[in-house]
Structures are given as structure tokens and as C-alpha cells.
DNA sequence: ATCAAAATCACCCGAAAGTATGAGCCCAAA
DNA sequence: TTTGGGCTCATACTTTCGGGTGATTTTGAT
């Protein structure tokens, strides 16, 4: 029931918006073009509400059309000279695959690492909130751990992050 | 003078667009609106139309929307002259001074960059779980933060934390 | 084409985290 | 001695996290 209203959210929010706005347009019919005959204003109001929940919709319904253009930003670091060689080139391959965590799970991480909350990762990767959740789940449970802070320390440790 | 049509040249031509679509509704309301007095099937059309008008407007106008996940790669420089001196011996004390961060503070930001929750974090200082979230509220609103993770970060980077 | 894994999302619920406020204790500096 | 800062703790409240379950859709590989 409130996973098929979810699904077709858009469509049934679409649906009725227009409905109301429709059922507003035909108790405004009186108001309009029967008094002032401005059929041309009433045309033009019903042009600019419909061109205005065209690009809403267009919005909504857009994918987020994830190019991932990825922009490298150099930090420099300071290091000791100690134990730089498995870490200079960004996350482990091998150690990711070896735990099995998936590329989205990665990103989580990364972002988690960051600190921001689940929300705001969620906005950031353009996902539900829910979804971040099952995400980071997922990921606690693949690297053995109870919380996110422990899974930044040992993402770091196992060179899942930079 | 042509710079500032290629500017405004999508509304330019939005507004050209409407103005026409509008004249081709006016011709035809004489067919539709008198004929047939199907009012609703013309402002069904309308709406139709003018939804399809903004979802086109829409996908041009808006940048196509790319998600810049930015990656910072690490740029390693070695310098061993100089400040090994500070990191290696534990927590910048300046940095510390400078923040007003206590050495209780201090403790508590320690213990919680090793992923422990403020229960154990209370159990380990021997004091009450209360008193840690007093402590960590302290520390955040010293460092400027909302969340635990983001304290943690900040901290490794002011050389709070070794 | 189909099967499995990954990704997405929802809903519920309890636990942990964080906020706000107030208060008592101790110690050192004014 | 009083005053302020650090430390301790409490209560009450809101928000965020995380677990568990189940579901659909996308995608990749066979």
C-alpha cells in the first residue's frame, strides 16, 4: 500500500495537483470568463501554472544524471616518511574487494569519514535517506564494526580511505 | 545589443513560443470552445501542452545537473626536518591552548577517535555518561562542530590527535 | 533470457547521540 | 575571600543512528 504509493509518488502527486488545479481553474471559470470575459488572462495563468509543474515535474522526474566528473583536489600532506607505500593511490582495490564492500558502500564511507550525517550523505549521493541506512548497515556489518566512528578508524587503517 | 540576446535568448524564444502557442489557442478556441463547448478537453490541452512546454524548458535550461564527487588525492610531502617533533609526542598543545580545550576534553575527543561510544567512553574515564556528553557538547561547540565524526576529523587536522 | 548481486526505498523501533539548563564541588588566582 | 573555570552530574527533550525486515528495480554476467 505505502510502497505502491511511493512508487508512483510523482505520477499520483502529478495526478492530483492537476486535478486540484483543474477543479480550481472550473469554480475560478465563473469568476472569469463569465465576468470579466478575460478568457485571454485565464489562458495565461493556466499556461504559466501548467509551464511551472512542466519544469517541476522535469526536475523531479529527471534523473539526477550522475556523471561523477570527478575533480581532483590535491592536499598536501605531511608525513613522515614511514609506511607510504600502500596508501598514495586513493582506496585499497584489493582490500575493498577482499571484504566485498561495493563501490556505493565505499562512497558512504568516504563521506562518513567526513562526518557528515547520514542525511546529508544521502543528499550528497542524491539517495534516500533510508538507502544511506541499508548502505551503512551493510558496511558495519562487512567490516566487523558497531558504529560509524569505528568505521571511519578502521577504513582509514585498512586503506579504504585516503 | 547581440550579447545580451544570446543571453536571454531561451527566453526570448520561451516568450516567442508562448506568444505563438497562445495565438494558435486563440484561433482555435473558435473551434473548440463554440463547436463543441468541450471546455475541459481545451484546457486539458492546454494544460497538456503548457506541462510538455516547461519539461522541455526545463531539461535545456537547467546545466545538466553533473554530480561532482570531488576526490582529493594526496599530494605527499616528505618533511622530516621540522615537525616530527610535534606529532610525535602526542597532541599540539598550542593548537589545544589556543581552542580552550580542556584535558578532559581532550581525553574524551581521544577515546572517541577510536570509534567508542560515550558510554565507554564514561566507563573508561570513570565518570558518568552524562558527564561525557557534557564534555563532547563542550568540544563541539569549541571546534566548531555538529557531530562526533566531524570532531574527530577536525581534530586529526589541527594536531589535536596523533 | 535469466539469474544473482547491487542499489534503491519503506517502515518500525529501540538505542545512542546531542541540546539545554541548572547545580554542586574544588582549586587557583585576584 | 570571592570569583571564575574546570569537572562532575542530573533531568528532560529532540534528533540521529543502527538493526531488522521486506520489497522493487537496475545491472552485470552467464
Redesign the pocket.
Known amino acids: 500500500m ?2 505502491l ?3 508512483n ?1 510523482l505520477i499520483i502527486l502529478y495526478g492530483a495537483s492537476l486535478a486540484g488545479i483543474l477543479l480550481l481553474l472550473k469554480w475560478l471559470e465563473f469568476r472569469f470568463v463569465i465576468m470579466d470575459h478575460s478568457f485571454e488572462v485565464y489562458i495565461g495563468a493556466i499556461a504559466l501554472i501548467f509551464t511551472g509543474l512542466g519544469i517541476w515535474l522535469a526536475l523531479k522526474l529527471t534523473k539526477p544524471r550522475i556523471e561523477t566528473i570527478i575533480v581532483e583536489k590535491e592536499v598536501i600532506v605531511i608525513k613522515p616518511a614511514k609506511d607510504t607505500s600502500a596508501e598514495n593511490f586513493g582506496p585499497d582495490e584489493g582490500a575493498l574487494l577482499k571484504m ?1 564492500i ?4 565505499c562512497e558512504v564511507l568516504a563521506l562518513m569519514s567526513e562526518g ?5 550523505i ?1 543528499d550528497r ?7 544511506v ?5 551493510n558496511l ?2 562487512k567490516l566487523e564494526v ?4 569505528q ?1 571511519v578508524e578502521k577504513g582509514k587503517r585498512l586503506g579504504l580511505l585516503l
Open positions: 505505502g510502497k504509493f511511493s512508487k509518488k566485498g561495493s563501490k556505493r558502500e557528515l550525517s547520514n542525511q546529508e544521502a549521493l542524491f539517495v534516500s535517506l533510508n538507502t541506512k541499508t548502505h551503512s548497515s558495519f556489518e558497531k558504529r560509524r566512528t568505521a
